[in-house]
C-alpha cells in the first residue's frame, strides 16, 4: 500500500486503537456517519483520509487537536 492508502483492516484498527464508536471516528474525518466510516473499513480508504488517518495514529499533537487520547484508552 502506498502511503495514502490504508486498507479496512487498517482502517478498523485506527478506530479500536483509539476505542471510538464509528460515529465518532467519523466525525473526526469528516463524514457523515458511522456507516460511511463502516464502508472505509470494509473497502480501505487512499488519499486525504489515509493521511489524516496516518497522522492520527503517528501524532499527539492531531490527537489532541481532535480530543483524542492515546492508544488503548480515551
Known amino acids: 500500500m502506498s502511503p495514502s492508502e490504508l ?3 487498517e482502517v478498523r484498527a485506527v ?3 483509539f476505542n471510538l464508536s464509528a460515529s465518532r471516528a467519523a466525525s473526526i474525518v469528516g463524514l457523515n456517519d458511522g456507516a460511511a466510516w463502516r464502508k472505509w473499513e470494509r473497502n480501505g480508504v487512499r488519499g486525504p483520509g489515509a493521511v ?3 497522522a492520527i495514529v503517528e501524532s499527539t ?3 489532541r487537536y481532535f480530543k483524542i487520547g492515546d492508544p488503548g484508552g480515551n
Open 7 to 9: 486498507s479496512g483492516d
Open 15 to 17: 478506530r479500536t486503537m
Open 52 to 54: 489524516l488517518l496516518k
Open 61 to 63: 499533537a492531531v490527537r
